[in-house]
């Protein structure tokens, strides 16, 4: 099998055009080839797939450990920069999981673009987010960790997040996000952020992702943190989110919200054959 490696912000992923291949499951091969000593190395697997719809591809998306993702921001950036590279068009859409979101080229930047993408309005809804007990929407809630007591909001921008605004410092948010991603409140597991408010225009933000642990950056993360810190009325509808690997800038829409940022192909990866009966034989 080929795929292309592709990073968002040093944010990276695995992705295969299984538009006219349909043998191989990838839920049995994303996490070993996701594996960064076993495998190609990654933080995700992205597979594209016919839509079926209006929308140009549809993309699955599998977390390093193997896990269903329901979206990736920076994931769904690489797999644009994919489908334009290879349409030789500036605009495309892609179905996931979790809706439709939008694409277009801001900038060509070989070997990669600045993509700006559209998605859906954030929820804070506690059903759709997926909490064991319903909280006030939009408002912060504690939970607790073996160190002691964080202070978030929860949200969903396609998939659950727990932005931490309270309680963190930068020697422990690992510690606390390893803990929390699993916390059985979280019905479906989360995404924590631990973000900074610098000032009206701009967030830092670092990443536990849900399935694959520290992160450089996330697109749904930074999406999720700049929603929650939005509802407080901390920042303004438009600003910049500091990660680990860059800045992602994200702006308030009548309908949703859009996110812009890089992504870059960093090149082919194809397996070998005895790789991949040495993947059925641990079956």
């Given amino acids: 099998m080929k795929c292309e490696k592709w990073h968002a912000l040093a944010n990276d992923f695995l992705i295969a055009d299984r538009r006219d291949e349909r043998e191989r499951n990838p839920a049995r091969f994303a996490a070993p080839l996701c594996d960064r000593h076993r495998g190609a190395g990654g933080d995700g697997f992205l597979a594209i797939e016919p839509s079926g719809d209006h929308s140009d591809a549809m993309v699955s998306i599998w977390n390093a450990d193997g896990s269903r993702a329901e979206i990736s921001g920076n994931g769904l950036r690489c797999a644009a920069g994919f489908l334009l590279q290879h349409g030789a068009v500036d605009r495309c859409s892609i179905r996931t999981q979790a809706g439709v979101s939008a694409h277009r080229v801001i900038e060509r930047a070989p070997p990669g673009f600045r993509i700006e993408s559209h998605f859906p309005a954030p929820s804070f809804a506690s059903r759709v987010i997926g909490l064991a007990e319903s909280v006030p929407e939009g408002e912060p809630f504690e939970r607790s960790w073996s160190g002691g007591v964080v202070r978030g909001t929860a ?114 990866f194809e397996t070998d054959p005895s790789w991949w009966e040495r993947i059925n034989d641990s079956e």
């Fill in 155 to 268: 949200v969903s921008v396609g998939n659950p997040h727990y932005v931490v605004f309270e309680g963190w410092t930068e020697d422990n948010w690992r510690a606390i996000g390893a803990e929390l991603e699993s916390d059985p409140f979280f019905l479906h597991r989360v995404n924590v952020e631990f973000a900074r408010v610098i000032d009206r225009a701009a967030l830092q933000v670092f990443v536990f992702e849900r399935g694959v642990g520290e992160t450089a950056s996330s697109g749904t993360g930074a999406s999720a943190s700049f929603a929650a810190a939005r509802r407080a009325g901390m920042v303004d509808p438009a600003i910049d989110v500091r990660l680990a690997g860059g800045t992602l800038s994200l702006r308030e829409e009548p309908e949703g919200f859009s996110l812009t940022g890089s992504c870059e192909r960093i090149g082919v």
